[in-house]
């Protein structure tokens, strides 16, 4: 679709620019191995910049499309509904599975957990469950052995995970937009996934960007040969999964997997504008083991083989990499420009008195505008664009930015050490952790982090000798050094649970 070439288009055009801008605007005087160094990883963060452009660029300029739907059920084909439990079922979850408005569903609980007071809840509904004794092959495994005996008895299935939810219409809209004949090589229907577990400023700032979320995948990922989807709360075709063997084992990540397969075969995944909900993270702890396993997770899957796909898609399976690899470099860029480069406040009067004198400013102008560029585009320019596109206030992206920013610092050297790992052929698997929220004092917080915290108190002791490069990444600084007390502060604000709330919006 044309899309693709746009976003691919855009992509390589911001990227070239932004390289031969910071390529022209750098200073080869002295340093030039540390000046090198500083270009690469620009040329590295520029990827992330360009491509968020480009997506930008073709969100504002496309239109959102919702794929055809059919006004009314003409038959109506047996659905399976699976939820998956792996010691972590949750009872808010379960009691409403059986909501469903449409009436030729069955519904099967997946339970892989251990633990007696997990089977014990589950057994306390009326579903079918099935245990399988082992757990290999994780959520995959678990799925496949559905699929495996009850595959050719459904035509669809549906996939929840222990925390998601949806609305009682859910299936019967659904199916709606599968039964339509131009959606017949469509394989999975992605709803689009909103937390419910917002009762928590935790986990009410991160679920802020949903609104954008839902843009990308309307108004950019729809007009695409195919979506990623992320393999929970969608509707699947059942025929095209037992064609390839159901889902992909290898991999944590089984979705972008199984999802990159069904694109070989000739099979695509469509998202569809049908509100679902879903667990969130409610502690930084969890969403740092989370981001872990998708960064090992989306590497392991990119790296496996050599992917028969459009280089559009290719480009987008990169960038899931890219976009949990690019912290470390952020990390490496502030350690470059604070010890490689010591300049004293002397030296910076002496150089604009020796400018002045040779009638050279561009010398100091141009790289201050590259840098007040950056810090426009990010602080200013971003946020109003995503604003007008999305409503979301600009209080409300700034704060998501910040918590967002020191989670992943928080969980930047479990993701770098993970991909690392990955790379010389260790594979990532299941963590099951505490998912609900708990009680973190703030050294559990610096505890957990403390790599990070080590890398803040040498750049932090290098801006003592370098004062003058705390302008270079001050946006960068405030949320690394305060990112402890930011996490600790949001994460331990106590606010009632109401157990009753579902997908209620919230004010942050």
């Not at 009691?95 to 030729?104: D, F, G, M, R």
């Not at 480069?341 to 009638?359: A, E, G």
């Not at 996490?487 to 606010?495: K, T």
């Amino acid at each position: 679709m044309k899309i693709n070439k746009y976003i691919v288009g855009f992509f390589y055009l911001f990227w070239l620019f932004f390289n031969c801008t910071i390529g022209l605007t750098i200073s080869y005087n002295n340093h030039i191995v540390v000046t090198i160094s500083y270009l690469l990883i620009m040329f590295i963060i520029n990827i992330g910049i360009a491509y968020d452009l480009s997506l930008l660029v073709c969100a504002t300029f496309s239109k959102a499309v919702n794929i055809k739907r059919i006004d009314s059920m003409e038959r109506f084909p047996k659905v399976a509904l699976l939820y998956l439990a792996c010691d972590d079922a949750l009872h808010e979850s379960l009691s409403i599975l059986n909501n469903q408005t449409y009436n030729n569903y069955s519904i099967f609980v997946l339970d892989d957990s251990r633990q007696s007071d997990n089977k014990t809840l589950i057994d306390g509904y009326s579903y079918q469950t099935i245990r399988r004794g082992h757990r290999r092959g994780a959520k995959a495994g678990n799925i496949n052995n559905w699929l495996f005996i009850y595959g050719n008895q459904f035509e669809y299935f549906v996939v929840l995970d222990n925390g998601g939810m949806l609305e009682p219409t859910f299936i019967e809209k659904m199916l709606q937009y599968a039964e339509h004949p131009e959606n017949s090589d469509t394989a999975i229907f992605q709803s689009i996934t909103k937390a419910w577990n917002t009762q928590r400023l935790f986990t009410r700032i991160l679920d802020a960007n949903f609104p954008f979320e839902k843009l990308l995948q309307l108004r950019v990922f729809n007009h695409c040969d195919s979506m990623f989807c992320w393999g929970h709360n969608i509707l699947c075709r059942t025929k095209p999964f037992l064609k390839i063997n159901g889902f992909d084992e290898r991999f944590a990540t089984e979705d972008i997997a199984t999802n990159l397969r069904l694109i070989e075969c000739g099979y695509n995944s469509k998202a569809v504008d049908i509100i679902s909900y879903d667990l969130a993270s409610e502690t930084v702890q969890f969403h740092a083991t989370r981001l872990t396993r998708w960064a090992r997770g989306n590497l392991e899957t990119a790296i496996s083989k050599s992917w028969n796909l459009p280089f559009a898609t290719k480009l987008r399976m990169l960038m899931g990499v890219y976009h949990f690899s690019r912290w470390p470099f952020y990390l490496i860029g502030m350690i470059i420009v604070i010890w490689g480069y010591k300049i004293s406040w002397n030296q910076i009067y002496i150089s604009f008195f020796l400018l002045k004198q040779w009638n050279q400013f561009y010398l100091i102008l141009y790289p201050m505008i590259t840098i007040c560029f950056y810090i426009f585009y990010g602080t200013i320019a971003r946020p109003i664009w995503v604003k007008k596109l999305t409503g979301i206030p600009l209080k409300t992206y700034w704060i998501y930015g910040i918590l967002y920013t020191s989670v992943c610092f928080f969980a930047l050297f479990p993701m770098a050490i993970g991909q690392i790992k990955s790379i010389f052929g260790s594979r990532a698997g299941f963590v099951i952790a505490e998912k609900r929220w708990f009680k973190t004092s703030l050294w559990g917080i610096i505890t957990g982090m403390r790599w990070t915290v080590l890398a803040s108190i040498f750049l932090a002791a290098g801006l003592l000798l370098n004062p003058v490069a705390c302008y270079i990444h001050f946006f960068w600084y405030v949320p690394l050094f305060c990112s402890p007390l930011i996490l600790h502060f949001i994460q331990n604000i106590y606010s009632k649970r109401d157990e009753s709330c579902f997908g209620e919006n919230y004010e942050i």
